[in-house]
């Protein structure tokens, strides 16, 4: 479909949160947009690249939480693009990856709006990376899964069962997304293929400046979650990579926050 529309929209990476880690391109688009759809999980100093002339407008997208629709925020999109206005819609982490990016892309475009979309360093990335825990190594993983442990709503949940027979046998390091919640199941369905002292991390807020962890072992995972309170957003790494970590705070069994 021809885009027949002056205005356009902008899906923006984010990133995890410290504003030090927005790309170049990031920050460009940010600096131009006239308009700003922010999720929940964008912190206020990268917002504040925006021109003191745009119009900022704060939708919601966190799980657990009450959220603005994910319609209605399609539809503000197509709205101010077809009024000329140049929309950035500003994302936690990256786009597309458990960004709903794709999903807002074929909406755009079916709508004859030009759109562009600016990669951002995903959560679980930088969360492993701000312990000093590589996602793949030589010795430890050959490849990693990004996984979100929150089904869409009527969906049927990840088969951990499956993942941890394949991270086991591909040696592959687990990254799950949205799983503080569930858990309790994640841990029983994981354990059904990798070993109760198969090495865990559990980041809170990565980059930011209140980021907590805990480093723990797949069979205390849910109760290290508990004993020290940790919530969303948190990312969960499973896989022998997390050893590092594991050495360094030398806390197996018990876990430790930062």
């Known amino acids: 479909m021809n885009t027949i529309h002056t205005g356009k929209v902008t899906l923006v990476g984010a990133g995890p949160g410290d504003p030090e880690l927005l790309t170049l391109k990031a920050l460009k688009a940010i600096q131009g947009a006239t308009v700003l759809l922010v999720d929940d999980l964008v912190s206020d100093e990268v917002v504040a690249h925006a021109?003191?002339?745009?119009?900022?407008?704060?939708?919601?997208?966190r799980g657990g939480c009450k959220s603005t629709p994910q319609a209605f925020i399609e539809k503000l999109m197509v709205m101010a693009?077809?009024?000329?206005?140049?929309?950035?819609?500003?994302?936690?982490?990256?786009?597309f990856i458990f960004?709903?990016?794709g999903e807002e892309v074929e909406h755009l475009r079916a709508a004859g709006i030009h759109v562009e979309v600016v990669n951002g360093i995903t959560s679980g990335l930088a969360a492993a990376t701000s312990l000093g825990v590589p996602l793949t190594h030589r010795d430890h993983a050959q490849g990693v899964i990004f996984i979100t442990g929150h089904a869409q709503k009527g969906?049927?949940?990840?088969?951990?069962?499956?993942?941890?027979?394949?991270?086991?046998?591909?040696?592959?390091?687990?990254?799950?997304?949205?799983?503080?919640?569930?858990?309790?199941?994640?841990?029983?369905?994981?354990?059904?293929?990798?070993?109760?002292?198969?090495?865990v991390a559990v980041i809170q807020r990565a980059t930011l400046p209140d980021q907590r962890h805990a480093v723990t072992r797949l069979d205390h995972l849910a109760q290290t979650i508990a004993g020290e309170a940790l919530a969303s957003p948190s990312v969960i790494v499973v896989g022998d990579v997390v050893r590092?970590?594991?050495?360094?705070?030398?806390?197996?069994?018990?876990?430790r926050a930062a």
Request: avoid cysteine; aromatic fraction near 2%; glycine fraction near 12%.
């Open 51 to 61: 021109p003191p002339t745009a119009r900022i407008v704060h939708v919601g997208k």
């Open 81 to 95: 693009a077809r009024e000329g206005e140049n929309v950035v819609r500003l994302k936690g982490g990256d786009p």
């Open 99 to 101: 960004g709903r990016g």
């Open 155 to 199: 969906a049927e949940a990840p088969d951990w069962r499956t993942l941890a027979a394949a991270a086991r046998d591909a040696r592959l390091t687990l990254v799950i997304y949205m799983g503080v919640s569930s858990a309790e199941r994640i841990e029983q369905d994981l354990l059904a293929g990798l070993p109760g002292d198969t090495p």
């Open 244 to 255: 590092g970590v594991q050495a360094a705070s030398s806390a197996l069994p018990q876990a």
